[in-house]
């Protein structure tokens, strides 16, 4: 199976100011035949249930604000939120889907200092 | 608007049986995969399973194989798991996931717990 490993695993974050979550995973997610990077991240907002925020490594669902970006390599991936907002708090993940199983890394925790 | 409603839940012994299922609207059912991932108490997300929309091909994780089976009814929009020989390390939020044609998880529901505790 496909390791995710997520860092930091706690993120105390100022309002306004710029956050970063690096993923990582232990094989290639970019896919040759077609080019893309298998890559999602999801939000999991306190009490709720997870939301995409973020698919094919740098693709904005719908609806998610333009303070969300991933970026990233074939094996080193990053989510940057441009400027925090207190809405922002709650557990970020980042997913596979390259390859099944799909496998989450174990997330980070974004809490307001 | 997508919805997505799961149902079944419940408290049951190790060893026994549930049957949890994901009432679907807001969207032509049958043109998406569906999927379940879980959520162990305070821990992360793990990836149970996933069906074709036309039901014809399944995968299951590891930790589930051969004791869970995944099945749809089309005709309902209507998914299910069924959960045999529970195990304490079953024990979990569940939550259905509409995903599209390369597997993006776009849609949730709101999750029902499965407790196996004796």
């Known amino acids: 199976d496909i390791v995710m490993t997520q860092t930091p695993l706690s993120l105390p974050v100022t309002p306004g100011e710029p956050a970063s979550i690096s993923c990582r995973s232990s094989?290639?997610?970019?896919?040759?035949?077609?080019?893309?990077?298998?890559l999602d991240w999801y939000l999991q907002k306190p009490g709720q249930s997870p939301q995409l925020l973020i698919y094919?490594?740098?693709y904005r669902a719908s609806r998610v604000p333009d303070r969300f970006s991933g970026s990233g390599s074939a094996t080193n991936f990053t989510l940057k939120l441009s400027r925090v907002e207190a809405e922002d708090v709650g557990v970020y993940y980042c997913?596979?889907?390259?390859?099944?199983?799909?496998?989450f890394g174990g997330g980070t925790k974004v809490e307001i200092k | 608007e997508v919805q997505l409603l799961e149902s079944g839940g419940a408290l049951v012994q190790p060893g026994g049986s549930l049957r949890l299922s994901c009432a679907a609207s807001?969207?032509?059912?049958?043109?998406?995969?569906m999927a379940w991932v879980r959520q162990a108490p305070g821990k992360g997300l793990e990836w149970v399973s996933i069906?074709?929309?036309?039901?014809?091909?399944?995968l299951y994780a590891d930790s589930v194989k051969g004791r869970f089976t995944i099945s749809r009814d089309n005709s309902k929009n209507t998914m299910h798991l069924q959960m045999n020989s529970l195990r304490a390390d079953d024990t979990a939020i569940y939550y259905c996931?509409?995903?599209?044609?390369?597997?993006?998880?776009?849609?949730w529901g709101q999750g029902t717990l499965v407790t196996v505790s004796s």
């Open positions: 996931a509409k995903a599209d044609l390369t597997g993006t998880l776009g849609d």
């Open positions: 807001g969207f032509t059912f049958t043109n998406y995969a």
């Open positions: 069906i074709s929309g036309s039901g014809g091909s399944t």
């Open positions: 094989q290639s997610l970019l896919d040759s035949d077609d080019g893309n990077t298998y």
């Open positions: 094919a490594l740098s």
């Open positions: 997913m596979q889907r390259i390859d099944f199983p799909y496998t």
